[in-house]
């Protein structure tokens, strides 16, 4: 049986959280505001319900999740694929808990932002969702954002091509 030790998995863990950051701007940037639209567009829309067709990206996204942590665990794969699992799985967690919680307030319990980080990181999501179109829209990381001024900027100088209609 292979092994790699704690502190090396614990690496694996905290440089897969980290990483996924840049890989879920890039998904969300290229895919779900490219192809993937037919299935995000119902993000950018008022929810009629519970579910959304975008939320079908939580559970392509925890594929590879899954099989790391299978192959890793179960499968005699080199163990650090587990770590690797595991910190997508956990970035997974940070999103829903970030994402759908806090910004969409999709779970009972309201999170009011208090620190600057927060308060930036919401803002910037909210501003991301002004756009309805598939262009055109701003800020596409998670945890990671420009500062809203910039982004109020860029949507101004885009004389606000698919900004929706205040409600």
Known sequence: MRTVSIVTGLCLFLLTVAL????????????????GW?????????RLGNWELNDLYAAIFAVPSIILLL???QLDWWPGCA????????YG?????????IVH????????????????IVQ????????ETKHGTVSFGFLIAPKPEKLKAELA?????GVREPR
Do not use: C
């Open 20 to 35: 996924m950051e840049g890989f879920a701007y890039a998904a969300h940037r290229w895919i779900m505001h490219g192809p």
């Open 38 to 46: 037919f299935l995000h567009k119902s993000h950018h829309r008022p």
């Open 71 to 73: 192959g890793g665990v």
């Open 83 to 90: 770590w690797i699992g595991a910190g997508i799985a956990a």
């Open 93 to 101: 967690a940070i999103y829903f808990g970030f994402h759908d919680w």
């Open 105 to 120: 307030q999709r779970l009972p319990g309201r999170f009011v932002a208090r620190s600057t980080y927060m308060k930036r």
């Open 124 to 131: 910037a999501h909210r501003l991301h969702h002004v756009v």
């Open 157 to 161: 100088k885009r004389n606000r091509a």
